[in-house]
């Protein structure tokens, strides 16, 4: 396969497959996040390529464990959004104009380098990509997505079943296309546009008709202990850490969620990794 060049995404390596996993990495946090995800994408036995997109603020020092376990590295610029954009989506801004009242956003988090992750379009080396947060774990094999048509997502459920309308970009199924991604371009640095949660909203609003993927291929882990009733091992293809992290230190909500963040850690230890089936629900604890 030719490899393909150009200014803003400089490639590592030759694409191996015609489909990829992709995350994005902007930093030594979420470096970790990828490592731990990665290791788990490949434990499913897909022959799909592991993309990991990363920007400038990642140091040479966390790309190296991902790129010695398979991944495929591919730098990244942001975006050529205008100053205005730029300064209407700085962390100070989007935190102060578009508070998140039901969970704690780390200070690791820089919502501008979210919209990163649309450069996904542009790697049209693939037939077709899902997109994972860097902060999440694939629990079994999920390769049907790819045959799952543009755009798919999850909904953004971990506080009631009425979120069923809104996505979460967390993961989502996208078939790679310059003219895609120029369009986007376009629509995202629109007169005045501010993205109340960044690429979250863009997306919804630039795929107004997107196809809904279960719950369980995108579980959010707030589901945990508001929707435990929704919570099934054995059906959870995507375990998805929102709001607090599990390596943070002072994660104020470790009690809580210490299945969950000591089944991250195995993953990312690659050591003791549990069979999830067997691991107890929380609608069934006593």
């Known amino acids: 396969m030719a490899e393909i060049q150009n200014e803003s995404l400089r490639r590592s390596a030759e694409a191996n497959s015609p489909f990829a996993f992709v995350t994005l990495v902007t930093n030594n946090d979420y470096a970790m996040g990828a490592l731990a995800l990665a290791r788990s994408i490949f434990?499913?036995?897909?022959?799909?390529?592991?993309?990991?997109?990363?920007?400038?603020?990642?140091?040479?020092?966390?790309?190296?464990?991902?790129?010695?376990?398979?991944?495929?590295?591919?730098?990244?610029?942001?975006?050529?959004?205008?100053?205005?954009?730029?300064?209407?989506?700085?962390?100070?801004?989007?935190?102060?104009?578009?508070?998140?009242?039901?969970?704690?956003?780390?200070?690791?988090?820089?919502?501008?380098?979210?919209?990163?992750?649309?450069?996904l379009w542009q790697l049209v080396e693939y037939s077709a990509t899902v997109f994972i947060d860097a902060d999440a774990l694939v629990l079994q094999n999920i390769d049907k997505l790819f045959f799952y048509p543009e755009f798919s997502a999850a909904p953004n459920v971990y506080e009631t079943i009425a979120d069923f309308h809104r996505l979460n970009?967390?993961?989502?199924?996208?078939?790679?296309?310059?003219?895609?991604?120029?369009?986007?371009?376009?629509?995202?640095?629109?007169?005045?546009?501010?993205?109340?949660?960044?690429?979250?909203?863009f997306l919804q609003a630039f795929f107004p008709d997107w196809?809904?993927?279960?719950?369980?291929?995108?579980?959010?882990?707030?589901?945990?202990?508001?929707?435990?009733?929704?919570?099934?091992?054995?059906?959870?293809?995507?375990?998805?850490?929102?709001?607090?992290?599990?390596?943070?230190?002072?994660?104020?909500?470790?009690?809580?969620?210490?299945?969950?963040?000591?089944?991250?850690?195995a993953y990312f230890d690659g050591d003791a990794i549990p069979d999830v089936t067997t691991l107890e629900n929380p609608a069934e604890a006593k």
């Open 43 to 119: 434990l499913t036995g897909t022959p799909a390529d592991v993309v990991v997109l990363y920007t400038g603020g990642t140091p040479d020092a966390a790309l190296k464990p991902l790129e010695e376990i398979g991944c495929r590295l591919i730098a990244a610029d942001h975006l050529p959004t205008s100053d205005a954009f730029n300064a209407r989506h700085a962390r100070k801004e989007i935190h102060g104009n578009a508070p998140f009242t039901k969970g704690r956003k780390p200070e690791f988090h820089t919502p501008l380098d979210n919209f990163c992750k649309l450069r």
């Open 169 to 201: 970009s967390g993961v989502f199924v996208a078939r790679p296309s310059e003219a895609t991604f120029e369009a986007m371009l376009e629509a995202l640095d629109a007169t005045d546009a501010f993205w109340r949660r960044t690429d979250q909203t």
């Open 211 to 265: 196809h809904g993927l279960p719950v369980f291929m995108n579980m959010l882990q707030y589901v945990w202990f508001n929707l435990p009733e929704l919570w099934r091992w054995d059906e959870i293809g995507v375990l998805h850490y929102q709001y607090e992290k599990p390596w943070e230190e002072e994660n104020p909500r470790a009690e809580q969620l210490k299945p969950l963040i000591d089944l991250w850690w």
